[in-house]
């Protein structure tokens, strides 16, 4: 195993897409995804990375040359943030619904307006139903471990879905992190070469990306749905050989001190690392809290969700973007639409908050919890509430 | 097996992102039945300039063994750009079913 290094984040990005012998690179630049693909250029031009490298005119662009190296079955890799996820964002169904495994890092960025290049997750959250395979990262080791598993899973015959690994703007992609990369032996005996069962190949021609009129769409739609939910077998199976390889064990839901808590604290993303510390001190205070981070978003980890919270009291759920005009956070009413039906389920409390790069600190959410709980105990959890806001 | 008909399919017999793996089988598919109106030539005024032949977008119009041309209405949407383009006005479009 390599030795520990620090290393900015986005650069253990790179180095993941390198470690994996990307084919293809088509990139656009986007504030804070910006040194992902500056690195890799620089990678390929110095001759570390033997992948073309295909600079475009935009993240439209970006997508749409993903879907042609992918079909032609060239390990294809990119990387984007915010405005420029939603550039693509009509490309990205076709990527899924075409099942080409395109792997793409996205630093979270809020939306505009107002014009914002800090992070949070209205991105993500405004490409839930694109039909990607999604994995949230907590800090530079996941970051690298889990670009490297997302080119495993994606290409994995039984998966065949392009998948995005999230990582928090500024928060996570900028950040000098330890960690340990991987040896390229290490890397070449853990993640097979590409091979897309319907290479584009003028000798054995094939149609992709046909239409579908109104008598074949709703079949189509049912085997994408039925093939992206079946693919958690295979993320749980490759994030254990990760692990037996490895050292390092990942799954859908993680728990930390999560044992006989009344209290849970959901999150994604970087801030799972300051809400743990969160958790520690009130712990010592005696209060019975624990946390639960939610590593797949899609497809979403229901059993495992409802196996993590089921016992707790309160549940609450840090969102770090909004459903404007809408139930507030987008994740906290997935979370509530999970849970619905069970019998036994703890009272939710929404909170949105850590919007445009606004930070949260420990001390933050020591008050979600404790503010959190006395909502819960007055049942007023139909609301959600903005953290931080000045009114 | 006997080929299902396209409206037949269920999912599970779709390929893996719905990939087409038998070339060319877009003839198969069946663009008449979007038409409302078809064309009809009037073989005194046709020069056998064969414009409606060049101008088709679904390459519907052929040429007949006496060098006449006519519309395939298998294919044919009947978008009007022949009788459009005719220079000697030899195609009308009439309403489907008259």
Known sequence: MAKRVGMEVSFAIAEAAKLARSEVIAAYPITPQTHIVERLAELVADGELDAEYIPVESEHSVMSACLGSSAVGARTFTATAGQGLELMHEVLFVASSSRLPVVMAVANRAISGPLNVWGDHSDVMATRDCGWIQIFTENGQEAFDLTLCAFRIAEDHRVLFPTMVHLDGFHLSHMVEPLYPLEQAEVDDFLPPYHYPFALDPDKPVTLGAYGPPFIYTEAKKAQEVALRSTKEVILEVWREFNRRFGRQYSPVETYASEGADTLLLTMGSFSETAKVAVDRLRQQGEKVGQVRLRLWRPFPFEELQQAVRMAKTLIVLDRSLSVGGPGGPVCSEVKSALYHLKERPQIVSFVGGLGGRDISVADFENMVRKGQKLAAQGATEYYEMIGVRE | ?98
């Open chain 2, 1 to 98: 097996m006997p080929k299902k008909a396209p409206e037949e399919l269920t999912w599970r017999d779709l390929e893996i992102g719905c990939a087409v793996l038998e070339p060319g089988s877009a003839s198969e598919y069946k663009t008449g039945d979007w038409r409302s109106r078809q064309p009809v030539w009037d073989f005194t005024k046709c020069i056998k300039c064969s414009l409606c032949y060049t101008y088709c977008p679904d390459a519907s119009v052929h040429q007949r063994d006496d060098g006449y041309y006519e519309a395939n209405l298998y294919y044919c949407k009947g978008c009007s750009i022949c009788a459009q383009e005719c220079p000697t006005s030899a195609i009308h479009m009439i309403e489907e079913g008259e």
